[in-house]
């Protein structure tokens, strides 16, 4: 159970499954390194799979006023140079955006593409931004999972298969309650317009056509901010399309890799 020394002595915890490519998987909000479990056997066939607990999640224990997202980012690096990892394809899940695009932006060397699901991203637009602001106000990591209930799903989905929100309720119920939504739009997390000149990053933004958590549309959006990103939508998913509609996830994801890993 490897961990990797933060610079202000966090311990990140983080999994290494298989050998070859690397591929980081970084989780959401309501995530941690086991929610990837569709995902790491299909990949670490012939990708090196690196999961991570972010910072304040599961085995990365930190205390609430350390577990912040402008930490994230520095998190990252340190796993990587504690793995052996020059550079690696960030895969990033809502909230995990705010570790994969800020190192993308500020060291290029180490991302060798990137691809996001289900996040409006630190990137920042008034548009999003407020997507953001009205996704933090009404989702309290504290309290009930609004997610547990529902929101953010595919609701066919969870008529054929009920035991989807069982088993993310059961996975999220891992993290300690410290996480505060709206330390995602503090103003250190910005990532401005200036920015993103020169960058260079393969990018796609994905998000699901049932995703009434943030919208169904937003990954669009983000995609006209990142220069150069592509975005795919899974028609049949919401938020969270690696755990709803793995199988359509992983294919993507995989041809992505073919292009520009």
Not at 8 to 35: A, C, K, M, W
Not at 107 to 122: K, Y
Not at 229 to 256: C, I, K
Request: proline letters at 7%; glycine letters at 8%; a negative charge.
């Amino acid at each position: 159970m490897p961990f990797a020394n933060a610079s202000d002595g966090v311990s990140i915890y983080y999994e290494t499954h298989g050998e070859g490519q690397p591929i980081i998987f970084i989780h959401g909000g309501g995530g941690n390194t086991l929610v990837w479990y569709q995902q790491v056997p299909y990949f670490s066939r012939k990708y090196k799979v690196i999961t991570v607990d972010l910072r304040g999640f599961k085995h990365s224990v930190c205390s609430p006023d350390r577990t912040l997202p402008q930490h994230f980012s520095e998190d990252m690096l340190s796993v990587l140079d504690h793995a052996g990892v020059e550079k690696a394809v960030f895969a990033c899940q809502s909230l995990g955006a705010w570790a994969g695009l800020p190192v993308a932006v500020h060291h290029p060397e180490r991302v060798q593409a990137l691809f996001i699901s289900g996040s409006p991203t630190p990137a920042y637009s008034p548009r999003t931004w407020k997507v953001l602001e009205d996704a933090a106000r009404t989702f309290d990591y504290k309290q009930a999972d609004m997610r547990a209930t529902g929101i953010g799903w595919n609701k066919a989905n969870l008529e054929s298969r009920p035991e989807l929100l069982f088993l993310y309720s059961q996975l999220k119920g891992l993290n300690p309650s410290g996480f505060r939504a709206e330390t995602m739009t503090a103003d250190e997390v910005r990532i401005l317009p200036e920015h993103f000149r020169g960058y260079a990053i393969p990018t796609m933004v994905c998000g699901g056509s049932h995703d009434d958590f943030l919208t169904p549309t937003l990954h669009e959006d983000v995609a006209r901010i990142i220069p150069g990103a592509s975005a795919h939508t899974f028609v049949d998913a919401g938020h969270s399309a690696y755990f709803e509609t793995p199988d359509e996830y992983n294919s993507v994801l995989q041809a992505f890799i073919d292009q520009y890993g």
